[in-house]
């Protein structure tokens, strides 16, 4: 199951584990988005999901249609995610009800859901979740505070995670990508002066692509990764290293 799947990482991420021969579930809000991914995609083996991640009755019915249709999720891939828009800046110049929306979406959604996966997961002793956390979690981003704060969460999360459940069978790690050229981030990178600005802090001096990420998820979530648990992995060029 991959939340957020109707654009950017998310929508590379269905994909990838649809190509690797897997049963996918296609959570996201947008069901235009959802419906040309779908189309996209053409697969038996793809069930697109409408659901606000922050609406308990939504994740609910997308849940028992997916277990209805697939079984129980193995892997669960929290990506949807979103930094506020232009009011969400610095702590306190952020409208309450716009951070809260943040916190929401970038937080609480990732531990609703892992709340509804864990027991199926435990029951069989055997399951992934991973986190789409960022490098912002890691280290905070200049007018970016409710972001930062919910993804450094997001990775404290998939800690508690690993060391509540690791002897159960379950693992979890966090991925931190830095800036990856997605609808999300595309204003900014189709705008050359704020390039060169977001490259000159980029020790690679190049933007990451959606398949840097996916490529880290197929890894992480396959049972070549089965000693990897509770770690947040930077996918940055450099970025968080400096
Ligand atoms: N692009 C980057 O540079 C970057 C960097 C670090 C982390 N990330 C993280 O990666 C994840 C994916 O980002 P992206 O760049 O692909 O963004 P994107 O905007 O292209 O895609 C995000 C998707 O999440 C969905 N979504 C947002 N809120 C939702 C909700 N409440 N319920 C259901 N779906 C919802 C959107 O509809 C959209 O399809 C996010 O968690 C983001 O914070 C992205």
Known sequence: MVTGAASGIGAGLAARFLSLGDQVVALDMDRGGLASLAD?????????????????????????????????????????????????????????????????VNLRAVIRLSVAVLPAMLERRRGVILNIASVAGLVAFPGRAAYSIAKAAVIQVTRAIAVDYGRQGIRSVALCPGMIDTPMTH????????????????????????????????????????????????????????
């Open 187 to 242: 204003w900014r990178l189709a705008q050359p002066s704020l390039r060169e600005e977001v490259l000159a802090r980029i020790p690679q001096r190049t933007i990451g692509a959606v398949s840097d990420v996916v490529g880290a998820a197929a890894f992480f979530a396959s049972d070549e990764a089965s000693y990897c648990n509770g770690a947040a992995i930077p996918i940055d060029g450099g970025y968080s290293a400096v």
């Open 40 to 104: 996209q995609l053409a697969s038996p083996n793809l069930l697109p999901a409408v659901a606000d991640v922050t609406d308990d009755a939504q994740l609910e019915g997308a849940l028992a249609e997916a277990v209805a249709r697939f079984g129980h999720p193995e892997v669960l891939i929290n990506n949807a995610g979103t930094t506020g828009g232009a009011q969400a800046t610095t702590l306190h110049e952020t409208p309450p009800n716009v951070a809260d929306r943040v916190i929401d």
